[in-house]
């Protein structure tokens, strides 16, 4: 089968760093997303990996590591605005492309 | 660009009515896509389009018909609507670069089925 796993919900506080973890579990993984959502909203792109290591857009990183099927999304300088679910998804490729999506990690940002 | 769009952005519709959902692109992207997003859950694929004349089941495509006969549009058929089908619907379609995929959401139909 397949699965993503990812904590339900983590809190911060503003300017504080945060690391959300997706451990998945699947057959043709060809490539790991994050989206963030905010509530009554669509989901939008944040970061992809294909290959291994780290990738940086802004605040934004998103890390993976194929061997340990594992990968994750860090915030920096959090800001409020950031409060938002955040998902994994992972692309693979059988027969053709598909993405699955995790359950998402509701962030609450602080003051 | 408009991006994607889906129309109606709400609906009710008692069981055993049919509707269809609307999603229209206008980026010529040949991969779409239709998701349902359950209260505090994560998107399950229902189905999807690798292009015109092209599509394949997702996760959960039972009670659930599409089409692809152009590459903007994508209509989502339901048939007889149930209960289970309350939720909230995404369409996107998805550009790939370098094997980097990209995809972008429309606002999505909020559909309750009473």
């Known amino acids: 089968g397949q699965s993503l796993e990812q904590p339900s919900e983590v809190t911060a506080v503003e300017g504080a760093i945060v690391q959300i973890n997706c451990t998945y579990q699947?057959?043709?993984?060809?490539?790991l997303s994050w989206y963030q959502q905010h509530d009554g909203g669509a989901p939008t792109f944040l970061s992809y990996?294909?290959?291994?290591g780290l990738e940086e857009t802004g605040r934004f990183s998103s890390f993976l590591s194929r061997s340990d099927s594992y990968g994750y999304l860090l915030l920096q300088e959090l800001q409020m605005k950031d409060s938002a679910s955040y998902f994994c998804?992972?692309?693979?490729?059988?027969?053709?492309?598909?993405?699955?999506f995790g359950a998402g990690t509701r962030l609450f940002v602080k003051a | 660009n408009a991006g994607v769009t889906q129309t109606p952005k709400f609906r009710i519709l008692k069981i055993g009515q049919s509707m269809t959902l609307q999603c229209t692109q206008d980026?010529?992207?040949?991969?779409m896509y239709w998701y349902r997003q359950d209260p505090g859950m994560g998107l399950k694929l229902i189905y999807y389009?690798?292009?015109?004349?092209?599509?394949d089941k997702g996760e959960v495509p039972n009670g659930y018909n599409v089409s692809r006969s152009t590459t903007e549009d994508f209509p989502l058929r339901l048939e007889l609507a149930a209960p289970s089908q309350t939720s909230v619907y995404f369409c996107?379609?998805?550009?790939?670069?370098?094997?980097?995929?990209?995809?972008?959401f429309g606002p999505g139909t909020r559909l309750l089925v009473l």
């Open positions: 996107a379609s998805s550009q790939t670069s370098g094997g980097r995929e990209t995809q972008y």
């Open positions: 699947t057959s043709g993984f060809y490539g």
């Open positions: 990996n294909g290959l291994d």
């Open positions: 998804a992972v692309r693979r490729l059988t027969g053709g492309f598909k993405t699955i």
């Open positions: 980026m010529n992207h040949n991969y």
């Open positions: 389009s690798v292009g015109a004349g092209i599509t």
